[in-house]
Nanobody, 125 residues
Framework: QLQLVESGGDLVQPGGSLRLSCVAS???????MGWFRQAPGKEREAVSC????????KYADSVKGRFTISRDNGKNIAYLQMDYLKPEDTAVYFC???????????????????WGRGTHVTVSS
């Protein structure tokens, strides 16, 4: 059973940056990774995903050009670098993992088998 633990959430001013980390309890080789978020009163939505080799990435339109997903399989960690943060980025951020997908990544939550418990990001002045 793969366990995921997110960290890095904080209170930050608009325009600021944060880097979220997702540490896995086991080897992430072969796992596609995804980042999702849930804002207060809203449904959870996809933010970004990355395939297991780090070659393919996808982003929600709302974060393109501001967020960057990456991973270090040697350390079993996935990252989400968030720049130019906006108040509407305020949410609980979750990482998730799914084995396989033939080298692709997906933004459908239903595909992901393993989830972290989330880390809070608040963007406010």
């Amino acid at each position: 059973q793969l366990q995921l633990v997110e960290s890095g959430g904080d209170l930050v001013q608009p325009g600021g940056s944060l880097r979220l980390s997702c540490v896995a309890s086991g080897n992430l080789g072969g796992y596609a990774m995804g980042w999702f978020r849930q804002a207060p009163g809203k449904e959870r939505e996809a933010v970004s995903c990355i395939n297991w080799r780090g070659e393919t990435t996808k982003y929600a339109d709302s974060v393109k050009g501001r967020f960057t997903i990456s991973r270090d399989n040697g350390k079993n960690i996935a990252y989400l670098q968030m720049d130019y943060l906006k108040p509407e980025d305020t949410a609980v951020y979750f990482c998730a993992a799914v084995l396989g997908l033939l080298g692709q990544c997906v933004t459908s939550q239903a595909e992901y088998a393993y989830w972290g418990r989330g880390t809070h990001v608040t963007v406010s002045s």
